[in-house]
T-cell receptor, first 112, second 117 residues
Framework: GENVEQHPSTLSVQEGDSAVIKCTYS??????FPWYKQELGKRPQLIID?????GEKKDQRIAVTLNKTAKHFSLHITETQPEDSAVYFC???????????FGAGTQVVVTP | DVKVTQSSRYLVKRTGEKVFLECVQD?????MFWYRQDPGLGLRLIYF???????EKGDIPEGYSVSREKKERFSLILESASTNQTSMYLC????????????????FGAGSRLTVL
């Protein structure tokens, strides 16, 4: 089955700096890679996703890059703000029927 | 907005008790899921269902069972609660494989924090 590893487990950044979270996956057939954000005390919510026919996707200050050959994908947050403080989860699955496999999560703390 | 509602936010049970966690979604989603969230372990899938009366084991099904008698409702059952089942339980739903746009996007409930003494 799919195995997703996520690094780092915690990340502290100064407000305005960039944050990068990296994930690797094991199943070469995986082709859907979402990222979820969970603020303290709240439910996880999708912030961005990418499919394997795309190498990069951007949405305002967040971007995701995918390297299918190396089987890794990354989340980039630019110009971080205090409201970016949260736990971020990466995940991977086959677009056809299959389970979404989550990484262990990254606690991001943005300090003013 | 899709709403996924979990009936209990906080529960305290004793070892050996039978525990029911209820989840209801109101947007006619095909798929429903139960996850367990523990610090450092991420979101681990317990069971999921892609249709009424259908269920599939996730990664950690031991000690749990599920029921989906109606499309909108997915229940997680702990037949005999144990202390190692103390955790946050998250229900989620998604549109389903028949749909191309947003088929895989999970909408989560607020979570049920279970403590087993």
């Amino acid at each position: 089955g799919e195995n997703v590893e996520q690094h780092p487990s915690t990340l502290s950044v100064q407000e305005g700096d960039s944050a990068v979270i990296k994930c690797t996956y094991s199943d070469s057939a995986s082709n859907y890679f979402p990222w979820y954000k969970q603020e303290l005390g709240k439910r996880p919510q999708l912030i961005i996703d990418i499919r394997s026919n795309v190498g990069e996707k951007k949405d305002q200050r967040i971007a995701v890059t995918l390297n299918k050959t190396a089987k890794h994908f990354s989340l980039h947050i630019t110009e971080t703000q205090p409201e970016d403080s949260a736990v971020y989860f990466c995940a991977a699955k086959r677009q056809s029927w299959g389970k979404l496999q989550f990484g262990a999560g990254t606690q991001v703390v943005v300090t003013p | 907005d899709v709403k996924v509602t979990q009936s209990s936010r906080y529960l305290v049970k004793r070892t050996g008790e039978k525990v029911f966690l209820e989840c209801v979604q109101d947007m006619d989603h095909e798929n429903m899921f139960w996850y367990r969230q523990d610090p450092g372990l991420g979101l681990r899938l317990i069971y999921f269902s892609y249709d009424v009366k259908m269920k599939e084991k996730g990664d950690i099904p031991e000690g749990y069972s599920v029921s989906r008698e109606k499309k909108e409702r997915f229940s997680l059952i702990l037949e005999s609660a144990s202390t190692n089942q103390t955790s946050m339980y998250l229900c989620a739903s998604s549109l389903g494989q028949r749909f191309s746009v947003g088929a895989n996007v999970l909408t989560f409930g607020a979570g049920s924090r279970l403590t087993v003494l």
